[in-house]
């Protein structure tokens, strides 16, 4: 063991709480030790023992739950998580942290600062200061382009550590993170980056009929909406936060981040790369803490212009409760319960693992996952049944393990409410052909279940269960198929698999979603816009659609 990896307060911390613990420090309180631990020689001898055992037990978890975690991982862990705040890193006003788990042992792997009122309170102050005279209201596009492209290369060169950081924060397969959410990130800045210089209004003929002959000069411009409050979920951590900040940054905007309590690790490291990148400070602060508390104070402030917040169809109508009283600008991106869609004459060999992918991809903890299948009747028993041994060869496991395809859920409250649906499908009728249950072991595992025998009565097939859950259904045709894939609340995204490509348009036309993919699936793009129908959302994220979130139009009018 290399106790040199753990800083000295560490070690100074755990001998002086064994030395607590033990009642020792009152026992000995004569001992004159000048130094930094009250105890006699020989008890902090034991202390330091049992320290340097506690050193060990915390560095072989890390290695066995990190494996070969990167040296820069090691060294952010081992520091304690504060919030970014006009530059610096702080702790909450209050005093108060929160634990952090690793969802494949159920472990703290860190303390969060846990942010709340005073402290959205600095940081929207900050973010206003930034806004209105700070650096970045004079810098030009280009300049601001060039920061956001920056951000965008650091997060590529440090793909692996903030790889590592989904992984144990949230459970995802490293190799996934290391594949999707990190790269997906660092295009997302570049993406935008390129727009901060093409961000332009327009010259408009006017006719004004009660000013006969008179001439004017009309223009629009388009200007940043101003401070904005970003509220963002667990299941994609660094995506989310990516998908958030580069376009309000893009825009000119000044930002309060409110990351989720469950993973608040990997935006905390982007923070230190947009500082590294030169993004001046108060541009982008960072608040980690609860939603009830901070989300709330975020989503109510006076002094904040707009809020954009991703997460569930329930809090989404919170914010906009909460964003009434000063009349905030509101964009939402809420859940799903995403039709998808086979058609007998679809390349099955495709469709089956297509679909597979549609619900399982990050453990069905998808917004736009696809969690209600119908298939063609002909065909129902085959596809339902290949799906399902798509399903059994999934390796459910820790992320870290190179043989695992699928992790834990993210938090003991996500399991109870998966497991929870699991029974709610089973009392109501449905047929588990394979998964139904949870994996004995510490963590919070689900095996894929694939449902059948299930019908648009029943909650599993309403609800967004939020994990790798599929509610089966067989159809006779289109004209069936249409009103049942829409008989939602929800409208993020749908699915349809055909070889007939007329008829797979024609159906994704009639589909009432903000997405249609058409012979695949989950399949997300910088420039390509995402958002929902219905209570779904509001707004799109990514591609130029999502400049609008972020963006006024000012229309000048000059008399000639
Ligand atoms: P929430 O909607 O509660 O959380 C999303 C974000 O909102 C988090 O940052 C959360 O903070 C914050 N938040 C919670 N309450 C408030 C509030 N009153 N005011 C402001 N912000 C608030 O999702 P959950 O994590 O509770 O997940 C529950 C369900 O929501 C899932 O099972 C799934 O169905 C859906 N969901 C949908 C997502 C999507 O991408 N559309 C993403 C995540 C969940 P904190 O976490 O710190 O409490």
Request: aromatic residues 8%; contains cysteine; proline residues 4%.
């Amino acid at each position: 063991m290399n106790c040199g990896l753990v800083p000295e307060i560490v070690l100074k911390v755990a001998v002086s709480c064994w030395a607590k613990r033990n009642g020792f420090v009152e026992c000995v309180s004569d001992v004159d030790t000048s130094g930094w631990l009250d105890v006699s020689w020989l008890e902090g001898f034991r202390g330091v023992v049992e320290a340097i055992r506690f050193c060990s037990k915390l560095e072989f978890f890390m290695s066995i739950v990190t494996g070969s975690v990167s040296e820069s991982l090691r060294s952010f862990l081992s520091k304690p998580k504060q919030m970014l705040i006009d530059g610096e890193w702080a702790d909450a006003v209050s005093g108060q942290t929160f634990d952090v788990y690793n969802p494949a042992t159920a472990q703290v792997i860190a303390q969060a600062a846990e942010g709340g009122e005073p402290d959205i309170d600095a940081a929207v102050k900050a973010a206003r200061a930034a806004f209105e005279t700070g650096p970045w209201s004079t810098m030009t596009p280009s300049e601001r382009g060039k920061l956001i492209w920056k951000v965008g290369d650091l997060i590529e060169q440090h793909n692996d550590e903030l790889a590592q950081l989904e992984t144990i924060d949230n459970g995802k397969p490293f190799s996934v993170a290391r594949v999707a959410d990190v790269p997906l990130s660092a295009d997302m800045f570049r993406y935008m980056a390129g727009w901060a210089t093409k961000i332009e209004g327009n010259t408009i003929p006017i006719s004004v009929p009660y000013a006969p002959g008179a001439q004017f000069n009309a223009l629009t411009l388009r200007e940043p909406v101003g401070v904005v409050g970003q509220i963002i979920p667990w299941n994609f951590p660094l995506l989310m936060a990516a998908w958030k900040l580069a376009p309000a940054l893009t825009c000119g905007c000044t930002v309060v981040l409110k990351v989720a309590e469950q993973t608040p690790l990997s935006a905390l490291r982007l923070g230190e790369l947009i500082q590294e990148a030169g993004v001046p400070a108060g541009v982008v602060n960072i608040v980690t803490g609860f939603g009830e508390t901070a989300g709330a104070a975020l989503a109510a402030h006076d002094n904040v212009d707009k809020v954009a917040f991703t997460g569930s169809t329930e809090v989404g109508k919170l914010i906009v409760k909460a964003a009434a009283g000063n009349l905030k600008k509101v964009s939402l991106e809420l859940g799903g319960k995403s039709p998808n869609v086979i058609f007998k004459d679809a390349d099955l060999a495709a469709a089956i693992p297509g679909a597979a992918n549609a619900i399982f991809f990050n453990h069905g903890q998808c917004c736009c996952a696809g969690s209600r299948l119908y298939v063609e009747q002909e065909v129902f028993d085959e596809v339902s049944a290949g799906i399902a041994e798509q399903a059994k060869q999934i390796h459910v496991g820790d992320g870290f393990d190179e043989s695992t395809t699928m992790g834990p859920l993210v938090s003991q409250e996500q399991f109870d409410r998966v497991t929870n649906y699991l029974d709610l499908g089973r009392s109501a009728g449905a047929q588990m052909i394979c998964g139904g249950d949870s994996i004995d072991r510490d963590g919070y595992f689900v095996n894929p279940t694939v449902m059948v025998e299930t019908s648009e009565s029943m909650q599993v097939v309403q609800e967004e269960i939020f994990g790798p859950v599929v509610a089966a259904m067989p159809f006779q045709d289109s004209d069936d198929l249409i009103a049942r894939a829409n008989d939602s609340v929800y409208g993020l995204a749908a699915g349809v698999w055909s070889r007939d490509g007329a008829k797979a348009h024609r159906v994704a036309k009639a589909m009432r979603a903000g997405t249609v993919w058409i012979n695949c699936y989950n399949v997300f793009d910088a420039a390509l816009p995402f958002g929902g129908y219905k209570q779904s959302g509001w707004g799109r994220e990514m591609g130029h659609e999502v400049l609008n979130n972020y963006l006024e139009t000012k229309a000048i009018c000059m008399s000639l």
